[in-house]
């Protein structure tokens, strides 16, 4: 089957046929630092990382390039209200970004350019819209550069609004622009900046528009035209359609496919730091939810639906997942870490079908079923095979629970050994009051390990113990 995905610019699901065959190049838009990264940013970052590694799995050789906004009118109104140099706030904000990518375990990117490292490919793309009719410098003498949005015929086709019926741009004074729809590309200084916010331009000292950054990275490493671009649906407009319109007015192909995630609300509104309303990695693992949860929590519904946080659905995810987890260690301690297996048919429908990973869990959680079933019965060879389909499947969304980042992080080593010795000793204990036929000890052993969270079950092999919430 292949590989169908919503592309916002036709409004349908349509199959995915890449520029160049067994290649796929994805320019993800990355954070504008000016603050650190709460768990609505992460689901963009977790959501492509899921498209990218069922790419790969799918046999592509992936360019995957995610860049940081690291100059913007945010960051700097940070900057001057805390009296730091603006590129102190956004470095700072970009390592608790990357460290939180990390203890996901999103994937790195091929590339993460910063926009202040491309100035002058912006410049050159600039130059370009001007030459061809679709810029121009302002007039007032401010270093303003515009896009003209007359000039560009098809503006408003990718957010599918009718450009009279569109708001004024708020990024310059309508003073210097052509229309009040026009954008800025280059902005001059302003008194109230700090001067090394700037550099020299062909137009006069000023720092980029928002818009063009992206435009000229994705150029830059992508070429004129590439794949998939990818965003928040909060980015469709104003700045995706600025980006395709500035891109195609320079002669580019750009995005073949627009894939937009679903946004993550707290209430009836996005969780935004201006809001007030976030929630971070920090304030999650707090709460006893792991960074392996939190990325179950964030892929399991389907990428372009809308989350709506609330900490009873994030600890239900979080109970699924160690569902999952429980099965795989239970089953690699009887049957030893059997590799990963190819994923089956069913499953990989179901990635196909426009990333519907709600589905794909659930072909996760009927193997996992099937898996307890066999080591309740005994059954070594269907416990391998259920083994195997749960890793290969779970490795797709980056939750195997035997990678070494989720071992490695508590999950099978250090605590889980040490509880397991413990519950073992208990075990032992009861055995023996069960041996001497002590019914009202074995009993009262196994309840006070029920009241600690841990189920014992007696199988024909013995008794097997989970925690309650694993089951």
Known sequence: MTLRLYDTATRTVRDFVPREPGKVGIYLCGLTVQSEP????????????????????SGYEVRFIRNITDIDDKILL????????????????????????DALGVLPPTYEPRATGHIPEMHELIAMLIDRGHAYPAEDGSGDVYFD?????????????????MLPS???????KRDPRDFALWKGPKPDEPADAYWPSPWGVGRPGWHIECSAMSWRYLGEEFDIHGGGLDLVFPHHENELAQSRGAGFGFARYWVHHGLLNLGEAKMSKSLGNVIDVPAVVAMGIRPVELRYYLAAPHYRSRIDYSEESLREAAAAYRRIEGFVQRAAQRVG???????????????????????????????????????????????????????????????????PQWSEAGATTGLQETVDALVRLVLQEREQARARRDWATADALRDRLKA???????????PRWTLEDAR
């Open 38 to 57: 709460h768990i609505g940013h992460l689901r963009s970052g977790v959501s492509y990382d899921v498209l990218r590694r069922w790419l790969l799995h």
């Open 78 to 101: 940070r900057a001057q209200a805390q009296g730091v140099p603006y590129w102190s706030i956004a470095y700072a904000n970009e390592r608790v970004l990357a460290k939180a990518y």
């Open 149 to 165: 949005v007359k000039s560009y015929a098809d503006y408003g086709a990718l957010s599918g609004q009718r450009p009279e019926a």
């Open 170 to 176: 708020e990024d310059g004074p309508e003073r210097a």
């Open 337 to 403: 870490q059997v590799e990963p297996a190819p994923v089956g048919a069913e499953f990989a429908a179901a990635m196909d079908d426009d990333l519907n990973t709600a589905k794909a869990l659930a072909i996760v959680h009927e193997a996992v079923r099937a898996g307890n079933t066999a080591l309740a019965e005994g059954d070594d060879q269907a416990v391998r095979e259920a083994l195997a389909d749960v890793r290969g499947m779970t490795a797709v969304f980056g939750l195997d629970p035997l990678d």
């Open 452 to 462: 600690a969270g841990v189920i014992v079950e007696d199988t024909p092999q013995g």
